[in-house]
């Protein structure tokens, strides 16, 4: 294996990590409405448990609320329930057209748990990044053994992925950062 698919494979899989992680914030409740919040409400229609945003559009025409309009409305009360299964704290309204969910404003205490949650995610994207350093090294640490690449080589390309952990690492940080700034500001 040559440096530059080392060193592209790394970068590949700390993006991937990162990606989990943005994912994961986008989940994360501050006290405005966002189409994020109900991304892992999974609805039986026609019979297979399908994601939300496959049978209906979600949108958010006001700070505090959720509107989920479906493509069928023979699907509404399917959406109903799996808004209500997947225990996302919501009252859903079903007004025989359209869904509403109104997002409460978070007491002091909720906020206080929901930059804890991000801090959480945040670390397990910089493990999941440490081991994708990890596994980097053993690749380039292996080329040499091979004979593939030369020790010089191997040395600088432990360094570039040095680089890209560090990188990837503050992003990660000033990712979650961002969010628990939005979570404590509202």
Do not use: W
């Not at 109903?80 to 704290?89: M, P, R, S, T, W």
């Not at 940080?173 to 979570?183: C, F, G, I, P, T």
Request: with cysteine; proline share 4%; aromatic share 2%.
């Amino acid at each position: 294996m040559s440096t530059e698919e080392i060193l592209l494979d790394v970068e590949d899989r700390m993006e991937k990590s990162v990606a989990r992680l943005r994912k994961g914030l986008a989940g994360v409740r501050t006290g405005r409405a966002n189409p994020g919040l109900v991304d892992s409400v999974q609805v039986m229609a026609y019979g297979v448990p399908t994601p939300l945003k496959q049978v209906a559009t979600v949108a958010c025409p006001e700070a505090q609320q959720i509107l989920i309009r479906p493509f069928d409305v023979g699907t509404l009360k399917e959406i109903e329930k799996g808004i209500v299964n997947a225990d996302l704290g919501y009252a859903p309204n079903n007004d025989g057209k359209v869904i509403r969910l109104n997002i409460p404003p978070l007491s002091t205490e909720v906020r206080r748990k929901m930059v804890k949650t991000i801090s959480d995610l945040c670390e397990e994207c910089k493990i999941a990044i440490r081991n994708v350093r990890r596994d980097g090294n053993k690749q380039a640490d292996a080329a040499e053994k091979a004979k593939e690449i030369s020790e010089d080589e191997r040395d600088s390309t432990k360094e570039q992925i040095q680089e890209l952990t560090k990188k990837y690492e503050d992003l990660a940080s000033e990712l979650a950062k961002n969010r628990e700034k939005d979570v404590m500001d509202e």
